[in-house]
């Protein structure tokens, strides 16, 4: 007799519904939540009867129109992020470069992406720290050295100065994630079928031209995942501005992110809940167009031009089924 086929997929939903409901509890219900308190006139300390405003949308205008810390989060924010990307990505690749040439056989690989990879271990709290105290005022290890050097006679405040403080943090944010970024592009590139280098090396390519016309291509995909999560968690820039200048936001509101902004409305001062949940909205909005736009960008248009042509020829196809 014929047996009957066993089906596994079961299994598969009963190991997935633990996640499953973590995630509805402690991710999608807060999101959701979040969204409608952005249309009500939820505040204060004391929870009280919420209510949804008049014009849905006022919360939303007052940050947008009216209120110039908000703006002023938002363009640091996008600063911040745009300074501490460009060094990063690049000095990634050119590591991606060095580490997976076969032509240089690097020794000792391995310690080398340890040592790189490390500060992206170390907690936030810990590097705020010791940055705070590398450029502490008026004593400082940075200030002794310019004294030393003779390139400054009298100590200089730098987490009081708008640019110096910006772009400690931006370079705090470079120093913490090219490590990991460089992992992640060397992943993709052990992923490449070494029969493309091969080629290339046949062909008389020497190593820069294979990297740009081998490599990079071939990295459309990890360079689109990248992209993504370094602006998202750009976007989301919160333990060094918090934790690195004292009072958060720096001199000037000069290192005030949107994650700054929405924690000090949301649990300082009058506890502003509707104004931090409509914030945080405007961020997701801004971070799920930017995403597309980066998909968009990004696409492999050898693909869609693929898929179009398919798309003509089975019509074309349908129409001779018809006229015969």
């Known amino acids: ?59 939303f205008k007052d940050l947008l129109f009216d209120n110039v810390s908000f703006r002023e989060s938002l363009g640091n924010t996008f600063f911040l992020w745009i300074i501490n990307f460009i060094p990063q990505i690049a000095l990634a690749l050119l590591l991606t470069a060095w580490f997976t040439n076969k032509r240089l056989n690097l020794k000792g690989q391995g310690a080398f992406k340890v ?11 810990t590097i705020a720290v010791l940055f705070s105290t590398l450029f502490a005022y008026p004593m400082g290890p940075v200030n002794s050295l ?12 730098f987490l009081q100065d708008k640019m110096t403080a910006r772009g400690i943090v931006g370079f705090i944010q470079f120093w913490m994630w090219y490590g990991n970024t460089m992992i992640v592009l060397i992943a ?52 060094i501005p918090q934790l690195f200048i004292t009072p958060a936001g720096g001199p000037d509101n000069a290192t005030l992110t949107t994650s700054v902004f929405i924690y000090g409305q949301a649990f300082k001062g009058s506890y502003m809940y509707n104004k931090a949940a409509a ?35 089975k019509k074309a196809a349908k129409a001779a089924a018809r006229e015969a």
Not at 27 to 39: E, H, M, R, W
Not at 41 to 47: Q, V
Not at 115 to 125: D, R
Not at 193 to 217: K, Y
């Open 279 to 313: 914030a945080s909205m405007i961020m997701f909005v801004i971070a799920a167009a930017m995403s597309a736009l980066l998909f968009y960008l990004m696409r492999d248009r050898d693909a869609s031009k693929f898929k179009k042509q398919q798309k003509k020829l």
């Open 146 to 157: 310019f004294h030393a050097l003779g390139i400054s006679d009298a100590p200089i405040n």
């Open 1 to 59: 007799m014929r047996r009957k086929g066993v089906s596994y997929a079961k299994y598969g939903y009963i190991f997935s519904l633990p996640f499953i409901l973590v995630f509805l509890v402690f991710s999608l219900y807060p999101i959701l939540y979040t969204a409608v308190i952005g249309f009500t006139d939820m505040k204060g300390l004391i929870p009280k009867p919420i209510h949804i405003l008049d014009n849905p949308f006022q919360n």
């Open 188 to 239: 993709g590139v052990m992923g490449i079928n070494p029969a493309l280098f091969e080629a290339a090396s046949i062909d008389g390519a020497n190593a820069v031209q294979t990297f740009f016309r081998v490599t990079l291509p071939s990295l459309r995909t990890i360079m689109l995942y990248t992209l993504i999560t370094s602006m998202i968690g750009g976007l989301q820039m919160f333990d």
């Open 115 to 125: 040592l790189l990879y490390m500060p992206n271990i170390i907690t936030a709290s």
